[in-house]
């Protein structure tokens, strides 16, 4: 198996006397397709907010190919190879999709460089149209993004994401809100990224990840109740007794 990437050791969040997490420690490998299930108040979006530094943990830490990232701000993830999509769509709704795609590269190239070339600018165009056809937006390229279905506007947001060309992607409950033929875009799409980079996410659909994950984390109640493939998952007598049954 390929080394870890991302490591969480003994993770602990507490909120007050809330305890979210409580000593939640998984690796995720290089180039797996990984996700984060569990049933509501299992401790899914916390975790995943400690993973992408909004929230940081009250003991434990975070590990990117072998460097502490514990207490790095969350505005320097994105030049250190992590990029996050969140279930609230989060585009320039006043913007084209090539526009907003184009800002997020601007964003990530040559950072704060006022005088670029007229190249540059070219390169960032193409870089553009390149990320939009790797989410199947083309034909929307000029679409302002408040018109844009659901479903394609979160793939313009991976879109931005993949402009600062990360290692690892997070994507908070991706097909969240989606049609049954957006949800098989969107599964398609991220089953593709999965063989360029290493993707992790946090879903509640049980029957979509068993199709479409390497491996599965399950939390409950805040601790880490197992973690393997699919069909260990499928299998666990503790997994079904308390999610499982429940769907």
């Known amino acids: 198996m390929n080394a870890p990437i991302l490591v969480a050791e003994h993770i602990t969040k507490r909120f007050g006397n809330f305890v979210a997490l409580n000593d939640v420690s998984c690796a995720f490998h290089k180039n797996q397709l990984t996700a984060i299930i569990g049933p509501n108040g299992a401790g899914k979006s916390t975790f995943f907010n400690v993973l992408t530094g909004a929230t940081k943990p009250t003991n434990g830490k975070i590990f990117l190919d072998g460097r502490d990232i514990t207490n790095i701000p969350q505005h320097e993830y994105a030049r250190i190879g992590i990029a996050k999509s969140f279930q609230i769509t989060n585009v320039f709704k006043q913007l084209s999709a090539h526009e907003n795609v184009r800002v997020a590269a601007q964003m990530r190239s040559a950072r704060f460089d006022f005088l670029r070339s007229r190249a540059s600018f070219t390169s960032i165009i193409e870089q553009a149209d390149a990320l939009l056809e790797r989410v199947g937006l083309t034909a929307h390229r000029n679409k302002i993004a408040s018109e844009l279905a659901h479903g394609q506007?979160?793939?313009?947001?991976?879109?931005?994401?993949?402009?600062?060309?990360?290692?690892?992607?997070?994507?908070?409950?991706?097909?969240?809100?989606?049609?049954?033929?957006?949800?098989?875009?969107?599964?398609?799409?991220?089953?593709?990224?999965?063989t360029e980079r290493t993707v992790i996410l946090v879903e509640h659909k049980m029957k979509l990840v068993m199709g479409l994950c390497e491996r599965l984390i399950v939390l409950h109640h805040g601790e880490l109740l197992a973690d393997g493939t699919p069909e260990q998952i499928r299998t666990n007598a503790e997994v079904r007794r308390v999610y499982l049954g429940k769907h």
Do not use: F, H, N, Y
């Open 153 to 194: 506007q979160r793939s313009l947001e991976i879109a931005m994401a993949l402009a600062s060309d990360p290692a690892l992607l997070l994507m908070d409950e991706p097909t969240a809100g989606m049609s049954p033929e957006e949800t098989g875009v969107m599964m398609a799409l991220i089953r593709k990224l999965s």
